[in-house]
């Protein structure tokens, strides 16, 4: 069995860019930074999903509810706005309702402005402003209909409890 000699000028080069190689590696690994961006971990922790498959059929509902991450939104009834994203597009939704309320659904364009308060994008799903009136509950029940026949429920809590959740101040040793 030949064993490798490293002692030699070319082996020598080889062996130093073997540890430049695995140095370079390393340090690339650790560069990383593991922190959450805090707003999309607030965004997170209001955002809640609906989802049915059924034969030949498929549907997906993620709505946010906006008025904790997003003050600036909010009116001067204190309106309680979420924003839904639905899928597929052909899916109609109707009778929308907040804690049995029924809810004002605005149809919203590919371009609008509240759109970028939108975590997860979702291509070819139809986007929805959500807005009733001021609800004094801890939880709001977002209820609807889809043109195929489903009941979507989300629930939300206005004063979230997520692990996702982390607070805003940045304290740096």
């Known amino acids: 069995m030949k ?3 490293f002692s030699g000028a070319p ?3 080889l062996k130093g860019l073997l540890i430049a190689a695995l140095a ?3 340090n690339s690994c650790s560069a990383n930074d593991p922190r959450h961006d ?4 607030e965004f997170l922790a209001y955002t809640q999903k609906f989802e049915s498959v059924r034969a030949g059929d498929r549907y997906l509902g993620v709505a946010t509810y906006l008025n904790p991450v997003a ?3 909010r009116n001067a009834a204190g309106d309680e706005v979420f924003l839904l994203a639905s899928y597929p ?3 109609q939704i109707g009778a929308v309702q907040i804690n049995g309320a029924n809810a004002n659904v605005v149809p919203l364009s590919d371009r609008d402005p509240l759109l970028q308060k939108e975590l997860f994008k979702i291509a070819w799903a139809s986007r929805y402003k959500i807005t009733a009136p001021k609800s004094d509950k801890d939880e709001l029940v977002l209820s609807y209909r889809t043109s195929n026949g489903l009941g979507a429920t989300m629930k939300f809590r206005k004063i979230s409890k997520s692990l996702y959740w982390q607070p805003q101040i940045d304290l740096k040793d």
Do not use: A, C, H
Request: hydrophobic residues 40%; proline residues 11%.
């Open 71 to 73: 003050p600036e939104l």
């Open 89 to 91: 597009k052909e899916v």
């Open 11 to 13: 082996n020598g080069l």
């Open 38 to 41: 805090p707003l999309k971990n």
């Open 24 to 26: 370079f590696f390393l």
């Open 3 to 5: 064993k490798f000699d």
